[in-house]
């Protein structure tokens, strides 16, 4: 299986900061990735799509890129809320598989 | 408005079986491919099994497959994980999730707990 490796696992950082999330795959996922966002005591949110999409209704700081085997998600200025979770999947090949998560947390 | 619900989750002994259910409404089933995903206690997601539009097709993770079987029931808007052979390690929340190219649409999860 594809095994979907995220950097760094915790990421400290203040409002209005730059966020930038890695994802790295074991073999190429071509470009099948997306990324979610999960709060604490809440489902997983779709932010991201075939690496660069964004999903609706997701806002502009949000932005996805990469291909083959690096991607990388970044959040242009923090927010409160983007504080959580994030999770990158890819469907590329089966079984489906999920990174670890990157938490941002308030630095 | 779109929405799906997951239900069936509680307490089972290892060995035993539990069926969850996930009942879609507010769009058409029968037009998307329905997966499960799970979350242990203070861990990361773990995707489970998918089953495709139309039925022709289902997939599982190697953590679960020939004890979990996804199903559908598009006149009840409805998708079914039987689990088989339940293990401590299958404790999480479960979550069933709409999607094709990506997965849009996820309910708040039911909980299930292998324990004696």
């Known amino acids: 299986e594809i095994v979907l490796t995220q950097s760094p696992a915790t990421l400290s950082l203040s409002p209005g900061e730059r966020a930038t999330l890695s994802c790295r795959a074991s073999?190429?996922?071509?470009?099948?990735l997306a990324w979610y966002q999960q709060k604490p005591g809440q489902a997983p949110r779709l932010l991201i799509y075939?690496?660069?999409t964004r999903a609706t209704g997701i806002p502009t700081r949000f932005s996805g890129s990469g291909s083959e085997t690096d991607f990388t998600l970044t959040i242009s200025s923090l927010e409160p809320e983007d504080f959580a979770v994030y999770y990158c999947?890819?469907?590329?090949?089966?079984?489906?598989?999920f990174g670890q998560g990157t938490k941002v947390e308030i630095k | 408005q779109e929405q799906v619900v997951e239900s069936g989750g509680g307490v089972v002994q290892p060995g035993r079986s539990l069926r969850l259910s996930c009942a879609a409404s507010?769009?058409?089933?029968?037009?998307?491919?329905m997966h499960w995903v799970r979350q242990a206690p203070g861990k990361g997601l773990e995707w489970v099994a998918v089953?495709?539009?139309?039925?022709?097709?289902?997939y599982y993770a190697d953590s679960v497959k020939g004890r979990f079987t996804i199903s559908r029931d598009d006149f009840r808007s409805t998708v079914h994980l039987q689990m088989n052979s339940l293990r401590a390690e299958d404790t999480a929340v479960y979550y069933c999730?709409?999607?094709?190219?990506?997965?849009?649409?996820w309910g708040q999860g039911t909980v299930v707990i292998v324990s004696s």
């Open positions: 999730a709409r999607g094709a190219t990506r997965l849009d649409l």
């Open positions: 507010g769009f058409t089933l029968s037009s998307f491919g």
């Open positions: 089953i495709w539009y139309d039925g022709s097709n289902k």
């Open positions: 073999q190429s996922v071509s470009g099948y």
């Open positions: 075939d690496a660069s």
């Open positions: 999947h890819q469907r590329s090949t089966w079984p489906q598989t």
